[in-house]
């Protein structure tokens, strides 16, 4: 036999504990590590007297810069391309466009006089952004130029999009339960 609890039976302060802990974990660091696992960056190139400058930003949800890193008189970038397949030319291949050489993962290794950085690119981007930094290089007066570089596409802007999302749902409801707080508590006092 089961008991109807009643439509205005309070909470206790341990439940409301544990689910805001729950939404917590759930809604802000869940996201946080996905969009750290597939990160979104930023490659800055100047052209000082020096040499070239790159400034890196990475993002966290998407928008949020959570680091900077300059790295002055840049002598080249290395593109690290792992996990090779090469596909035999056969027609199942080819019906699947599966032809050639393809790479799982790549990266950017930034050096210059200091230690090298490294950002995460997808292959093929990993490969234009290093053409590109090499035609910087090579011109006389650039424009500074700021290029955008994710780690997979579908994973940093698709899942890193709709987490990203998920975060501000939840921290546009505890702002507005914040602010609707005194008007709760104001209510409250006149009822009773």
Known sequence: MTTATPANARTSLLGVVITQAIAFVGCLVVPVIVTLIAPLSTLDFVKSGRGTTVT?????????PWRTQRIDDVVRLRVDLTAEFRHANTQENRRK????T???????AIIGNGPEVIVQAA???AQEVALRFERFSA????APTS????????????LGGAVTALCALYVAGVVLSVIALPF?????????
Not at 56 to 62: G, P
Not at 184 to 192: I, L
């Open 56 to 64: 890196v930003t990475r993002y966290v949800l998407i928008v949020v």
């Open 97 to 100: 466009d599966r032809t050639g």
């Open 102 to 108: 393809s790479h799982a993962t790549g990266q950017i």
């Open 123 to 125: 292959t093929d981007l």
């Open 139 to 142: 011109a006389s007066t650039p």
């Open 147 to 158: 290029i955008p570089v994710y780690a997979s596409w579908s994973l940093s802007y698709l």
């Open 184 to 192: 709760r508590v104001r209510a409250k006092s006149r009822n009773g």
